[in-house]
């Protein structure tokens, strides 16, 4: 016959198992590039500003590899303006790209 006590270790150990299987790892949520969208604000010496939903305006530092474009045409950051609608991938804290949204006539400005 089993003790009760071997069944409630068991019993804990089943429990402990659904929990650790049910979890995704954090490294599983973290990996890869990440994307969000807002609005240009301007730019400055080796970073740019934006802003989500008019709110929360931060900053970005940006480097050699970072690629931009406009409306999927290949730009630098000085040709962004403000207002322009972005989308900014980065990846481990380095900005990989920033791909801008131009309305056709602010474009032809």
Known sequence: MRSPRSFGVR???AALAVVV?????VWAQQAGPKSHTGEFVKAGQ???TMTMGGQNEHAHKVNDQTRY??????????ELKPGDIISVTTENGNV???DATRP??????
Request: net charge neutral; hydrophobic share 45%.
């Open 69 to 78: 474009t406009i409306n999927g045409k290949g730009a630098a950051l000085t």
């Open 104 to 109: 056709p006539e602010k474009a032809a400005q």
């Open 21 to 25: 299987l049910a979890t995704p790892p």
């Open 11 to 13: 019993c804990v150990l």
């Open 96 to 98: 990989l790209a920033v």
């Open 46 to 48: 080796g970073e740019f």
